[in-house]
C-alpha cells in the first residue's frame, strides 16, 4: 500500500519488479484518475486513509514517502496504517530531517521549511513517539541524500563530506522502518 502516491512512480516500479497485489491512496482527483489505469479502479482510493475500510485486507508493506510531513494529524495516519499492517509487515516513511546539513547551512531557505505544504517536522525522538502512541516501533532507519544542489556554494563535496553528514545524522531525509510494536495489541 503506498498511501499518498503522488505521480504513482513508486507503484509503477513495484508492478513491474514484483509479484505484490499494489495497492494507492491519493486524494489529488487529477492523480487519482490517472492512478485507476495503473492499479485497476478497486486498488486505488481517493481518500484519507481514516475514511476507508479495508475489511480483512492486510498489508506486507505501507509506504508513506513524503507524506507526513505534509499532515495535520500524522497520529491519525499513522495508526489507521498500523491497523492494516500485517503482524510481520513493514512500514517505510522518508520524512525531512529537521537537523539535517542543510539546514545548518541554508536555514530558513532550506526548502523542507515551507509552511505552505510542510506541516509537521520531526526530530527522531519525536516521530518515536508518534509512532509508539500508534502501536507502532521504529526499528530501523537511514539517513538518505546527505547533500542537496543548494549546499554545493558553501560545502566542498567530497567523500568525507558524506561520511561525516550521515555519520552525524544530517542527511536531508531519514528513512524508517516500523513495525507494529508486538507488546501493544
Known amino acids: ?16 519488479h514484483s509479484s505484490f497485489n499494489l495497492y494507492g491512496i491519493e486524494i489529488n482527483k487529477k492523480v487519482y484518475a490517472k492512478l485507476k489505469d495503473l492499479l485497476g479502479g478497486e486498488n486505488i482510493y481517493c481518500d484519507k486513509i481514516e475514511n476507508i475500510d479495508f475489511g480483512n485486507l492486510r498489508f506486507n508493506v505501507v509506504v508513506l514517502w513524503g507524506v507526513l510531513e505534509h499532515l495535520t494529524n500524522p497520529f491519525s495516519v499513522l495508526y489507521h496504517a498500523g491497523k492494516y499492517l500485517e503482524d510481520d509487515g513493514y512500514m517505510v516513511a522518508c520524512i525531512p530531517n529537521i537537523f539535517s546539513r542543510a539546514f545548518k547551512i541554508l536555514g530558513i531557505n532550506t526548502p523542507a521549511l515551507n509552511p505552505r505544504s510542510h506541516l509537521q517536522m520531526y526530530t527522531k525522538n519525536s516521530f518515536g513517539k508518534i509512532c509508539e502512541r500508534a502501536g507502532l516501533e521504529i526499528v530501523d532507519l537511514f ?43
Do not use: A, W
Not at 1 to 16: E, P, T
Not at 152 to 163: A, F, G, K, Q
Open 1 to 16: 500500500m503506498d498511501v499518498g502516491c503522488g505521480g504513482g512512480n513508486f507503484l509503477k516500479c513495484s508492478k513491474k
Open 143 to 185: 539517513c538518505e541524500l546527505p547533500v542537496i544542489d543548494l549546499m554545493y556554494d558553501y560545502i566542498e563535496y567530497n567523500s568525507e563530506l558524506i561520511s561525516d553528514i550521515t555519520d552525524n545524522d544530517e542527511s536531508y531525509y531519514f528513512v524508517y522502518l516500523i513495525k507494529k510494536n508486538k507488546h501493544i495489541k
